[in-house]
Each structure stands twice: as C-alpha cells, then as structure tokens.
Antibody, heavy 121, light 108 residues
Framework: EVQLLQSGGGLTQPGGSLRLSCVVSGVTFSNYDMNWVRQVPGKGLEWVSTISATGDTTHYADSVKGRFTISRDNSKNTLYLQMSSLRADDTGIYYC??????????????WGQGTPVTVSS | EIVLTQSPATLSVSPGERATLSCRASQYVSSNYLAWYQHKPGQAPRFLIYASSSRATGIPDRFSGSGSGTDFTLTISRLEPEDFAVYYC?????????FGQGTRLEIK
C-alpha cells in the first residue's frame, strides 16, 4: 500500500518561513512526479507545485512562484515544500500527492493526510 | 487555464437516494481527462473516477461518472452514510491542472 506521511507546518507570522515534508512508502518514490495541493479556508483545492520524478523540472502556481520551492530527496523517499515570505492568504491545509500516470492520463493518487499552515500575526 | 465550475455548491439528499453532481469546464477537455475526488474533513482526499467515467480501484459501483467535452457528471446511487462529503472534479488535460470549487453533499 502506498502511504504518504506529512510533517512540518504550523503557525508563523507574515513574512515567515516554514518547511513541509512528505515521506512516501510502499512504492518506488523515484518513479513518480509529486505535487503539493492546498485547501484554503472556505475554498476548494488549489494546485501549488509539481516536481518531476528526477527533480529536474518544477512548476509552480502563479500565487506562490518566487516564494515557495519544491524539492525532493529520492534517497530518503521524501518530498519537501519550502515556503518563504508567507502571507495570510497562504493559510490552509497542505497536501502532498503522487501523480499517477497511465495511458488514460495522469491524476493525483494517493494523497497525504494534510498539514495545517497558519500565517497570522 | 481551464476553469471548472461545479454545481450545485451544496446538495441535500437523503440516504438511499441518488445524488447527481455537475462539473462544467470553460474549455474542451480532450480525451475526457477529468477526475473526481471525495474529501471528508480531516482526511486525505480520495480518488474516485478517472477519464470521466472509469472507477478507481476499490471504488464501489454506486459511484459513476459520465460526460465529455465540457460537461461532466458524478452520480452516486443509493447514498450511504459514508458518502456525505465534499466532491471535487479536476481536469488533467492541460497545465496547470485545475479543480472545481467543490460540491458539498449533505444529509437531508
């Protein structure tokens, strides 16, 4: 069974930094692109960032570009999200998710349990 | 960017009845690259449907997806108590992949 176990997050002031981690087990981590998705209070799900299986290619939502950095350590089966210059509207629950690819396209499955991030003074 | 609009925002249905959730895309979604997820508070989102109508492994057959192009539907027949949750559609046809704003399915 593929499992994603998240850690990190918490409370920080505007302008602060946090790092999220996501440890993946039950699958060859280095074979898969990985993603971060967040749920902002009162709103739905928002894609945040994607990193390729090798870590060579990254993509970011415009809302976090230049402030967040996605990375991975395939030797540790771990995905990271370094968040800097945090703003109040970054508050939410952050999920890591594996991007599963098939001939029918690619989707997010499974997901981590979520990590709350609160940005407030 | 493809914008997905889900309706209704909230749907009240009694257990045992059928629920029909809609997802409309602002642009054509090719190859029916549309997925559905179920999300309960405090839990990880659960992958339900891919390619508009194919159930993911382990998903009960009371969940069914349909549609093509710009209009998609998730139908849950014979609602069970554990089915009450928020449901999201997501397109993976073009980057960035986007989600609808969700439909909250609540007990009537």
């Amino acid at each position: 069974e593929v499992q994603l176990l998240q850690s990190g997050g918490g409370l920080t002031q505007p302008g602060g930094s946090l790092r999220l981690s996501c440890v993946v087990s039950g699958v060859t981590f280095s074979n898969y692109d990985m993603n971060w998705v967040r749920q902002v209070p009162g709103k739905g799900l928002e894609w945040v960032s994607t990193i390729s299986a090798t870590g060579d290619t990254t993509h970011y939502a415009d809302s976090v570009k230049g402030r967040f950095t996605i990375s991975r350590d395939n030797s540790k089966n771990t995905l990271y999200l370094q968040m800097s210059s945090l703003r109040a509207d970054d508050t939410g629950i952050y999920y890591c998710a594996r991007r599963y690819t098939s001939s029918w396209g690619n989707w997010l499955d499974p997901w981590g349990q979520g990590t709350p991030v609160t940005v407030s003074s | 960017e493809i914008v997905l609009t889900q309706s209704p925002a909230t749907l009240s249905v009694s257990p045992g009845e059928r629920a029909t959730l809609s997802c409309r895309a602002s642009q054509y979604v090719s190859s029916n690259y549309l997925a559905w997820y179920q999300h309960k508070p405090g839990q990880a989102p659960r992958f339900l449907i891919y390619a508009s109508s194919s159930r993911a492994t382990g998903i009960p057959d009371r969940f069914s997806g349909s549609g093509s192009g710009t209009d998609f539907t998730l139908t849950i027949s014979r609602l069970e108590p554990e089915d009450f949750a928020v449901y999201y559609c997501q397109q993976y046809d073009s980057s960035p992949f986007t989600f609808g704003q969700g439909t909250r399915l609540e007990i009537k």
